[in-house]
């Protein structure tokens, strides 16, 4: 069994006992008390911004990598991204894998101004609302978990509830059934979720079948500047940093460096 097979399996069993706990009817009021979505399709694509605009992400271990920062508190370091050119945050929401939480993406998303993006391993409805109680802007979508059914279903009850999706895919197969499902916003995942490796000439190979109208996200492997240069060289609309982020000595240089700005106007934040 993959690692994301294995994830998968104890994310149904998780959400099961998640809704024997606190009911969908229950939920479904707390969505009442949800703040309005924020655009994250707009912040994607902002042209005040030098692209590709940097997704930067809150992770504090995984399963291939371990612990990656430990003591992370969520709140102060997305306060470090938005001071330091980043267009919009992820949370990892998972906590078995992960080590996050929606009360991570609740803290963030009072902390920060900027559109908030659930990263979760979503296979029931359940998850989408929860991520919109929680303040989630938009919500991840794996194209290696949904079938194409689920993947347009689960897409448009984000969307009616104010929400971005954002499909990953890895290959052409997933890439064309994303696309099938109308998706708007497509993430190209340069790591496979099967085995963790990464390559980061996946997201040069699969651009070119992506229609001009669709945003693109890369995502994974980015370290250095010059990982960022080269989606600005084929087009890409915009990464997503975690790691390389994360684990740099100083957070803030590292975020500016990584979305292109100068370092002279550096704000504070070396977290």
């Known amino acids: 069994m993959s690692i994301l097979d294995t994830i998968v399996t104890h994310k149904r069993a998780e959400i099961a006992a998640r809704r024997m706990a606190f009911p969908l009817s229950l939920l479904l009021l707390d969505l009442e008390a949800a703040p309005a979505a924020r655009d994250f399709h707009a912040a994607l694509t902002n042209r005040k911004r030098p692209a590709p605009r940097v997704i930067a992400e809150i992770k504090r271990r995984s399963p291939s990598k371990g612990v990656i920062h430990p003591g992370l508190d969520a709140a102060r370091t997305a306060i470090v991204y938005e001071r330091n050119g980043a267009t919009a945050i992820s949370v990892l929401a998972d906590s078995r894998f992960f080590g996050g939480s929606l009360d991570d993406l609740a803290e963030v998303r009072r902390a920060v101004s900027l559109p908030v993006l659930c990263k979760e391993f979503i296979v029931d409805p359940y998850q989408i609302y929860e991520a919109r109680a929680a303040g989630a802007d938009a ?106 982020l994360l684990t740099a000595p100083d957070l803030a240089t590292a975020t500016r460096e990584m979305c292109g700005l100068s370092l002279r106007h550096s704000t504070a934040g070396a977290y």
């Not at 996200?217 to 915009?238: K, L, Y």
């Open 139 to 244: 919500i991840l979508l794996l194209a290696s978990v949904l079938d194409p059914k689920h993947l347009r279903y689960f897409r448009e009850l984000a969307g009616s509830l104010g929400m971005s999706a954002l499909v990953e895919v890895h290959d052409a197969s997933e890439l064309q059934a994303t696309l099938d499902s109308d998706a708007e916003i497509v993430g190209i995942n340069n790591r496979d979720l099967r085995s963790f490796a990464i390559d980061m000439e996946t997201t040069a190979s699969l651009l070119p079948l992506v229609p001009t109208e669709v945003v693109v996200v890369s995502e994974s492997g980015f370290r250095v500047p010059a990982d960022r240069a080269r989606m600005f060289d084929i087009g890409v609309d915009s990464i997503l940093v975690g790691e390389g």
